[in-house]
Structure formats: C-alpha cells, structure tokens
C-alpha cells in the first residue's frame, strides 16, 4: 500500500513556472537505504539548469521528477542491511544520484546510507540543509582539486554566494590570505566572514584593483561566478600557480598555470569534516532566504539569478 507525501517536482524539462508541488508516493528504503524526513533542503543553482534539462546527457530524468540534492532531516527508517544510523538521528548529505527522480524537495527521500553523515549540531536544521553541496564544492575545489597552503593568497570570484561562503572560511582555516570579489552590497559580508581585500566587480577593472589591494602576484584562483572578472584578473596570477573553475570547463587562459575544473562528488567522509569544522565553530553558513515547499519555483527563479547571499533554503 502506498503512501502519499507533498513534493515539488516537474513533468517535462521546460520553464521553470512548471515546478509544481502537490502529492506523490513516499519513497520506501531499500536494502542498504535509509528514509529520510526532509527538514531542509538548500537550493542551488544547479536546481535551475536541471529543471530546464540542460544536464540531461549526463544525468538523466524519470518523471515526475523531484529536484533537489541538498538536504537535512531526520532518518525515519532503515531498509534491510542499513545499521550505520537509528530512527530519529539527525543527518545530511549532498544527494546527487545517477538519475533525477527522487530529489529533496519532498517530505522524504530515500538514500543509499552511504550518502549521509551526522548534522552539525551548534546550528539549526535549516542552516544545516544548506552546507552539503556548496561546502563540498568549495572543499573539494581548494583541497583536492587545488593544494590550497598555509600563506597563500586566494582570490574567489564570486565570494558572496553559496560557494564563496564556504570558501572564504574554509580558506582562513587552511591560513591563506583571502581576497573575496563580488557586488557593492556585499563588500561587509565577505569582511564578516574573514576576507582580508574585498573587491566590487562592477567598480572598475577587477586586476587593476587587485594590482591596488596586493604587491605579490596571487597563487590561487577560485572562480565560481560568471561575467569577465576572471579575463580581468587572470594576469595576476602568478607563473604556476593554480587555477580551479566550478563554471566554466575550458577557460582558454594562459599555459603557464595549473587549471582544474570540479564537479562536485558526493562525499559523507568530507561532510563529516565540515560538520566537524561547524561546530568548532570555524565555519558558519548564513541563510538569506527560507521558502515552503510551495514556493519551490520561486527559490530555484531567484537562486538562477546568481545575486543571492549565502544560502537559499527549501523547508518542506
Ligand atoms: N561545478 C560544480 O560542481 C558547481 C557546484 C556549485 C556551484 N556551481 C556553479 O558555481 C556558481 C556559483 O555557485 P553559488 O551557489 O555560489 O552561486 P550564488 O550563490 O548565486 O553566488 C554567485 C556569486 O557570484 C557573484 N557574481 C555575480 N556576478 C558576478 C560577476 N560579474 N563577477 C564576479 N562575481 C559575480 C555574486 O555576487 P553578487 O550577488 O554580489 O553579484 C555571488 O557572490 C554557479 O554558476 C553554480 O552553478 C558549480
């Protein structure tokens, strides 16, 4: 017999006005899975280009489908063979899965255990719901991708958003110094979080005011935003040092650096880092805005933009 759960979802790849919420079967744990009560799920702006079935080749859609891969909940039940959680313990986890059909924008989803890890405890659901997929980003892009060192500069493109939140306090943990780049508005906020320079893109020519803020040349850059900013900077970087993009694949810049693009992996060994980073209390993860799931179409709209602060969460 099945049972009914609210979710949002979509039934063709399209407008993202076609992301409706209503009801669906609740999904059962299989061997292996656990089910989980969804507290919080982040939005990011992946969600956007999946819905409009611009990742279609590689990660396929049965439908309806649900979108979403971050979440927070509570583990409701174990299916066969899942011992690493109890009913009741507080988990999250980045929840891409090889097929978008199960996402977190629904009151459960079932996961393979191997997805999840414990929550931060020092914060609140919410918060918790949106650090999986922008803190394995900035994590795997500055540690594995890159090689970030104690006394290296990094510049992040884009430091205000979901990812460069992460990746500015992630950063000052490793012992870099930290130049952050985003808009006017957001000058303080990257301060807030520990950037040493900050720099507005849209006041000028973004080398020229790095060239203003440092003497030495940088020896890592983060890019996760679009525009030029990257075309404007790039020339202060220094002869090998290292370059990672999460936006853009084939930058076409100079051969005398070392350039890596990330896709981020689902990893429950470097959330359980992350959580134990939160609640050190070395990293925080500032919600800017929380929707229903009956706004769903709303969060994913205004998270397209790229302007938003921090994070974006769903509480369904
Ligand atoms: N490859 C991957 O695995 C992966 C993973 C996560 C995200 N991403 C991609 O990475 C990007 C960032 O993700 P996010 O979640 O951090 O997005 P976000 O929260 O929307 O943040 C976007 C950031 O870019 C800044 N920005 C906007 N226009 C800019 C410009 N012209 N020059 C410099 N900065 C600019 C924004 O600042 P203002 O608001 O002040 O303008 C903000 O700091 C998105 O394109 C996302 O799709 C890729």
């Not at 989980?36 to 409009?52: H, I, L, Q, S, Y």
């Not at 979403?68 to 909940?73: E, F, H, P, S, Y």
């Not at 508005?185 to 720099?199: R, S, V």
Request: proline fraction near 4%.
């Amino acid at each position: 017999m099945s049972t009914p759960m609210r979710a949002s979802y979509f039934e063709e790849f399209g407008e993202l006005d076609q992301i409706k919420t209503g009801t669906l079967e609740r999904p059962e744990a299989g061997e292996g899975e656990v089910l989980v009560r969804v507290r919080a799920a982040g939005v990011n702006p992946v969600d956007a280009a999946v819905a409009r079935g611009m990742l279609q080749q590689a990660i396929p859609a049965k439908f309806p489908a649900v979108p979403g891969w971050d979440l927070a909940g509570e583990v409701k039940e174990r299916g066969h063979a899942a011992r690493r959680f109890d009913e009741g313990d507080e988990v999250y986890a980045y929840a891409r899965r090889p097929t978008v059909q199960h996402g977190t924008f629904a009151e459960y989803v079932a996961l393979p255990e191997c997805y999840l890890a414990r929550r931060p405890q020092t914060i609140t659901m919410t918060e918790a719901g949106g650090i999986p997929l922008v803190g394995l980003t900035a994590y795997q892009a500055l540690f594995l991708a890159g090689d970030l060192s104690e006394g290296d500069t990094l510049l992040i493109l884009g430091a205000s958003g979901g990812v460069g939140t992460l990746a500015i306090q992630l950063a000052k943990t490793a012992g870099a110094t930290v130049i952050g780049v985003a808009g006017k508005h957001n000058q303080a906020y990257m301060k807030e979080l520990g950037a040493d320079e900050t720099i507005d893109y849209a006041a000028g020519n973004v080398g020229e005011a790095i060239r203003a803020a440092v003497r030495e040349d940088i020896d890592f850059i983060f890019h996760c935003s679009r525009g030029d900013s990257l075309d404007q900077s790039i020339d202060t970087l220094k002869s090998g040092g290292q370059l990672v993009s999460i936006t853009n694949s084939q930058p076409g810049v100079r051969d005398d650096i070392r350039f890596e693009y990330v896709f981020v992996e689902p990893n429950a060994r470097q959330l359980k880092h992350l959580q134990e980073l939160v609640d050190e209390n070395s990293i925080k993860i500032p919600v800017s805005k929380t929707f229903g799931l009956e706004d769903t179409g709303k969060a994913i709209r205004e998270i397209e933009s790229l302007h938003t602060r921090g994070k974006t969460v769903i509480t369904p």
